[in-house]
């Protein structure tokens, strides 16, 4: 049996959390029987709801830090965990935190560097721990995963480690993502109140995702296009370090055209993105950039930073913006928002890029990784 730990599904609705519920999903719908499953549930945790119960399931209940750093102590000190998966044969961690176990070949997926690449917007704990934890369990690991060419090239410059090692393997959108119909389009515009014209910027608020200079583009933007009457509507919680731009929307003057709605349900955020006038994604970097393609799936076009693995995700559909220059950031959206033929354009480029990416694909080379890491040990 493989075990795949969907620790990060329990807890977050976020990007980690999505990448281990569906990749998850993937897996045991591509081989049945093949996979069982691990998590820590801490205090509050809830199992994915998309996620099968007849599969066999192991869990523990502690902390979340006491959990990280039982993990940490675990490697450092090489004490095998092994009593908590029983019969498993490969072990798959999909998140930064890589159980030690002996004689079972692990798999990590590295989403991004983060923690690393910009420390000063990290909480100093979750710095030291990351900083402390990662490059071990990256030697430690078999094999891993990394979601992006950008992040894997991180990975090779950061921790020095054997390209050969590290397998890119690419996220999906999920089925959900399509264009809706004009009739649940009008419902979502009710039920959230949603503006009439507005960007939409889909993640979770922290200093990372760069929306600071997205305010100032959206304040120039009010000024040039005075009939439009902007907002910005923000899909996502709130992650960390975020006092500051909160408190700028109110120095600005944005109050009544900043709404941030937090978390949307799947169900009804294929209309919320189809609303928009467009999506912003104006992150200084990402391991992946995951809304990029669930807005191109719902027919939405995309403006985005030039940074990390956005264009990677983007392809030639996505128009592109240095993250660092407002006055870039402003030019491209206001080109988007008046070349029709551009944007029309950039539309069906968006739904030819957002096909390109399958959870099956994903959950089938992810199996190839598998097998050949068995097929290794099995040699061994």
């Given at each position: 049996?493989?075990?795949v730990?969907?620790?990060a ?13 569906r ?18 549930r ?45 019969g ?22 590295v ?13 100093r ?152 006038d ?13 809304p ?18 956005h ?70």
């Amino acid at each position: 049996m493989i075990t795949v730990d969907i620790s990060a599904a329990v807890h977050s609705r976020a990007g980690l959390g999505r990448y281990s519920a569906r990749l998850a999903q993937a897996l045991i719908e591509a081989q049945p029987g093949r996979f069982g499953l691990f998590y820590n549930r801490g205090k509050n945790g809830r199992f994915p709801q998309t996620l099968p119960t007849n599969v066999p399931t192991r869990h523990i209940s502690l902390g979340y830090k006491p959990w990280r750093m039982a993990v940490l102590l675990g490697q450092q000190l090489g004490i095998g965990f092994n009593r908590l998966v029983p019969g498993t044969e490969l072990f798959h961690s999909t998140e930064h935190l890589l159980m030690p176990l002996r004689g079972i070949p692990t798999i990590l997926t590295v989403h991004d560097l983060i923690y690393k690449l910009f420390p000063q917007y990290h909480k100093r704990l979750n710095y030291w721990y990351l900083n402390s934890a990662m490059p071990l369990f990256c030697r430690k690991a078999d094999a891993i995963i990394a979601v992006s060419q950008a992040s894997k090239q991180d990975c090779v410059k950061n921790y020095n480690l054997d390209p050969a090692k590290i397998h890119v393997v690419y996220e999906a959108a999920s089925s959900l993502f399509q264009p809706p119909t004009p009739t649940r389009i009008d419902y979502v515009r009710q039920t959230y109140n949603l503006p009439e014209h507005f960007l939409l910027h889909l993640s979770t608020i922290e200093p990372r995702k760069n929306l600071s200079r997205l305010l100032d583009s959206l304040l120039a933007l009010r000024q040039r296009l005075p009939h439009l009457s902007l907002s910005l509507v923000l899909v996502g919680g709130k992650g960390w370090l975020y006092d500051d731009f909160f408190a700028k929307i109110e120095r600005l003057g944005l109050q009544d055209a900043v709404q941030p709605l937090g978390w949307v349900e799947d169900e009804d955020l294929p209309a919320v993105i189809a609303a928009a006038d467009l999506a912003v994604q104006p992150s200084l970097y990402e391991g992946f950039g995951l809304p990029i393609l669930e807005e191109m799936a719902c027919g939405q076009v995309v403006a985005a930073s030039n940074a990390g693995s956005h264009p990677e995700v983007g392809g030639a559909a996505a128009a592109y913006f240095d993250p660092e220059q407002v006055e870039e950031i402003t030019a491209v959206i206001q080109r988007l928002l008046t070349d029709k033929e551009e944007y029309a354009h950039r539309r069906q480029l968006g739904f030819q890029q957002a096909a390109k990416f399958s959870w099956q694909r994903t959950a089938q080379e992810t199996i190839a990784i598998y097998d050949q890491r068995l097929g290794q040990t099995s040699k061994d």
